[in-house]
Nanobody, 120 residues
Framework: VQLQASGGGLVQPGGSLRLSCAAS????????MGWYRQAPGKQRELVAS???????NYADSVKGRFTISTDNAKNTLSLQMSSLKPEDTALYYC???????????????WGQGTQVTVSS
């Protein structure tokens, strides 16, 4: 299975972007879906996650500005980003933690990353 992330780009401070992540197939089960980001010279960090039941978690730095969501089939993950700041500039990765088939081990699946640049 592959995860395809899209929606990144160049945006001015205060602007908005919507990231999407689509899985190439249907997972047997998913524990958690999330967005991570990595800025140059920094470690990858969790931006937002969503678990079964729709419970969400956000990094303090994005609370109130970013919204994570998933479709009912759990094949697509989105991140609506608003009031973007230059410090949000990073490569954004989507992550699914789950089992692709009923015999698969619980694993992490990663998208290829989509670049978000916030600059005037």
């Amino acid at each position: 299975v592959q995860l395809q992330a899209s929606g990144g780009g160049l945006v001015q401070p205060g602007g908005s972007l919507r990231l999407s992540c689509a899985a190439s197939g249907r997972f047997y089960s998913i524990n958690r879906m999330g967005w991570y980001r990595q800025a140059p010279g920094k470690q990858r960090e969790l931006v937002a996650s969503i678990i079964s039941g729709g419970f969400t978690n956000y990094a303090d730095s994005v609370k109130g500005r970013f919204t994570i969501s998933t479709d009912n089939a759990k094949n697509t993950l989105s991140l609506q980003m608003s009031s973007l700041k230059p410090e949000d500039t990073a490569l954004y990765y989507c992550n699914f933690n789950g089992r692709y088939t009923y015999v698969s081990a619980l694993s992490d699946y990663w998208g290829q990353g989509t670049q978000v640049t916030v600059s005037s």
